[in-house]
Nanobody, 123 residues
Framework: VQLQASGGGLVQAGGSLRLSCAAS????????MGWFRQAPGKEREFVAA??????????YYADSVKGRSTVSRDNAKNTVYLQLSDLKPEDTAVYYC???????????????WGQGTLVTVSS
């Protein structure tokens, strides 16, 4: 199982970025797809996640990004996206995607992790 995150970069406060995470190695349609971030000197924290079942998708967000972010998935492409808007300097972090069939959604208990993509927000 491999996860490849991309889309990070330098953006001014108030700007937007779209992160992508492509998964390979198996079919992930029923896997939880999550995003976490780790700022310098801080612990890794949950950002967002999306699940899929026969009845559709369900999204979860951390309070810190709720209303400013949208997580989505394209099962046909085995890809999960994180649209970040109205970015703030405190959003600066390495963003990681993760996946697992049975993880606790808000914890770091996912078995599979991508390499991370750096988002830097300047004030």
């Amino acid at each position: 199982v491999q996860l490849q995150a991309s889309g990070g970069g330098l953006v001014q406060a108030g700007g937007s970025l779209r992160l992508s995470c492509a998964a390979s190695g198996r079919t992930f349609s029923r896997y939880i797809m999550g995003w976490f971030r780790q700022a310098p000197g801080k612990e890794r924290e949950f950002v967002a996640a999306v699940t899929w079942s026969g009845s559709g998708t369900k999204e979860y967000y951390a309070d810190s990004v709720k209303g400013r972010s949208t997580v989505s998935r394209d099962n046909a492409k085995n890809t999960v996206y994180l649209q970040l808007s109205d970015l703030k300097p405190e959003d600066t972090a390495v963003y990681y995607c993760a996946t697992d069939p049975r993880a606790s959604i808000f914890s770091s208990s996912y078995n599979y992790w991508g390499q991370g993509t750096l988002v830097t927000v300047s004030s």
